[in-house]
């Protein structure tokens, strides 16, 4: 059998399940006709079964692909701080730095001081945050190169990881 890389399956999978909607259509073509009341149905190419068998096939094939990937993501990791994490860890790790770092550039990007609303006609409200806004804006662009750095490793190691996949039929 031959096999398929990780990030080859990423984009195998992406592959069968727009199979599987195309045939899904090609169901709702073949399934019904429009005649006149007493003539024949036409004649055609493939037969409601015919693409009912496709499409179990494929969906077969999406489910036996969908396992493989899980239990690659879960058997393989890589090294994140001097310790291994799995790719599917991996994965929701650097999702994780991603939203820090959202949050820290938002705090990066607060003023000084914000004029809210006069509070007399002597005072008014300021917002003034209780952080140093620079601080989190290097912070947030520290947890960016984190997380790109642990999608590059990810991606790396879904090129090494090979499944017992037979792709032939759709590559």
């Known amino acids: 059998m031959t096999k398929v890389s990780l990030a080859e399956a990423v984009k195998l999978k992406s592959v069968l399940s727009k199979r599987i909607h195309e ?20 004649k055609q190419a493939r037969s409601l079964p015919d693409v009912e068998k496709d499409l179990e096939e494929i969906r077969k094939d999406f489910r036996l692909l969908d396992r493989l990937m899980y239990q690659a993501n879960v058997e393989n990791t890589i090294e994140y701080s001097r310790e291994n994490v799995t790719i599917v860890e991996a994965i929701e790790l650097a999702t994780q730095l991603r939203a820090r770092a959202r949050k820290y550039k938002q705090y990066g990007s607060a003023q000084k001081e914000e004029f809210l609303y006069p509070y007399s006609e002597n005072s008014s409200i300021v917002k003034i945050p209780m952080f140093d806004p620079e601080e989190y804006r290097l912070k947030g662009l520290e947890m960016d190169r984190l997380a790109n750095r642990l999608s590059n490793q990810v991606n790396a190691k879904n090129y090494s990881v090979e499944l017992d996949f037979d792709s032939e039929k759709y590559f």
């Open 23 to 42: 045939l899904e259509e090609e169901m709702d073509r073949v399934a019904f006709a429009e005649v006149e009341k007493g003539s024949k149905a036409p």
